[in-house]
């Protein structure tokens, strides 16, 4: 069963292959017009459509039908974005107009006062860009990733962030038991952590989020407290003329006894929903958060 799966992978991964190959005797601009509208059209017809729509109108419930439909059309166009970009992304990095960035002073001013922090943001634009990013404006970062059930699309999108870093100082580690003893052995060697906080994690706490009650990550707040690390919001969105744009928001503390990690989480949900009310069209609906 496991080698008939393998031979699956194997196969879904060729056919990726074949078609990046077809796409690159077209402009990048053309060819991320095929692949967003194809992500788009293929998406309509997945069980993932009706998750996504759901969501969405949890978040918008003064929303008809026909603008949920438009917001996750566009969410499906964006994911199909990110997944040609991810083809070039180490050339995406070094294209400044491609990523507009926002809230430069904040890095400058953590890189003077000379303290390590935590970095977050969420799946909105394209979130691939955000460790090549911190990388290149000097932090060395560690972030925790979710591996892909294929072998072979996981090799490939983990190539491919590495490939994108300009140092050998930052990295990315797998989630779970590994990814827990690399990030602390990375923060007590002067190193920063990214983290991508709005998918449910079912070891998590129960935080309210666009009004419900939410399994959510707060491991890292306990880390911040510890080792007194600011932590610096990450806007992260995809502009209508298709260039990204991240922005750097003013630092958070979390040193206070009183301020209970579950609250401070609290704080960031409701940075995170802003981010989205302003940019539904974004956000990657299609993950069961709400479930």
Not at 195 to 202: H, M, R, T
Request: charged share 25%; hydrophobic share 40%; with cysteine.
């Amino acid at each position: 069963m496991k080698f008939l799966v393998l031979i699956r992978y194997f196969i879904e991964f060729l056919l990726f292959k074949i078609v990046f190959f077809l796409l690159s005797f077209f402009s990048k601009k053309i060819a991320s017009i095929i692949v967003s509208n194809s992500f788009m059209f293929l998406g309509r017809s997945s069980k993932y459509n009706k998750i996504a729509k759901n969501n969405c109108k949890i978040v918008f419930s003064n929303f008809n039908d026909i603008e949920i439909t438009n917001i996750i059309n566009s969410s499906w166009k964006n994911l199909g974005k990110n997944i040609y970009e991810l083809n070039y992304l180490s050339q995406l990095i070094d294209d400044d107009n491609a990523i507009k960035i926002k809230g430069l002073e904040k890095l400058e001013k953590v890189k003077k006062e000379n303290t390590q922090v935590i970095f977050f943001s969420i799946h909105s634009g394209n979130w691939e860009i955000c460790v090549p990013i911190l990388d290149k404006y000097g932090f060395k970062v560690g972030a925790i990733y979710r591996h892909i059930n294929n072998i072979y699309f996981d090799k490939y999108v983990f190539r491919k962030r590495v490939n994108a870093l300009k140092t050998k100082e930052s990295f990315y580690t797998p989630k779970g038991k590994i990814s827990a003893k690399e990030i602390l052995e990375g923060v007590n060697n002067k190193k920063n952590i990214f983290l991508l906080v709005d998918q449910k994690d079912s070891a998590g706490a129960l935080i309210n989020f666009f009004g419900k009650k939410i399994k959510t990550q707060t491991g890292f707040l306990k880390i911040a407290r510890k080792y007194n690390l600011k932590i610096i919001p990450m806007k992260n969105i995809r502009l209508p003329d298709n260039t990204l744009q991240i922005t750097f928001e003013e630092p958070l503390n979390h040193n206070k006894n009183d301020i209970s990690d579950d609250e401070k989480m609290l704080e960031i949900n409701t940075i995170v929903e802003r981010w989205i009310r302003e940019n539904p069209e974004n956000w990657f609906w299609q993950h069961k958060r709400f479930s």
